[in-house]
């Protein structure tokens, strides 16, 4: 595996993909710079995307829009699953439902 670092800013990564548009191969790139290849070419994909060069993959937008509503959404089962178990103590405690009344 690779070296894991802090991830790098974004004008850095856009000044990386600046060079690679100009046609600066990624290994020089890399020798010189110190982010992998590989890395690079997701960069340049990527902005790609979000400038609409290619639609093969989700804009930073959209990739952004996908985990806001994963955590919303695994907060809303987390509550669901609360309110369930609250209810069946609610059920416990009262001794269930109250009968109807026979008048109506």
Do not use: C
């Not at 974004?10 to 993909?17: C, D, F, G, I, T």
């Not at 010189?32 to 890395?39: C, M, V």
């Amino acid at each position: 595996m690779g070296k894991k670092h802090a991830p790098y800013p974004p004008e850095y990564r856009r000044q990386m993909v600046e060079l690679v548009r100009a046609g600066r191969p990624l290994e020089e790139l890399s020798r010189e710079f110190g982010p992998s290849p590989n890395s690079m070419r997701n960069w340049v994909k990527q902005a790609d995307l979000d400038e609409g060069r290619r639609d093969d993959g989700f804009t930073t937008a959209e990739r952004e829009e996908i985990r806001r509503l994963k955590r919303e959404n695994r907060q809303l089962r987390e509550e669901r699953e609360i309110l369930k178990k609250a209810a069946a103590w609610f059920a416990r405690e009262t001794d269930s439902i109250p009968p109807k009344s026979s008048n109506s």
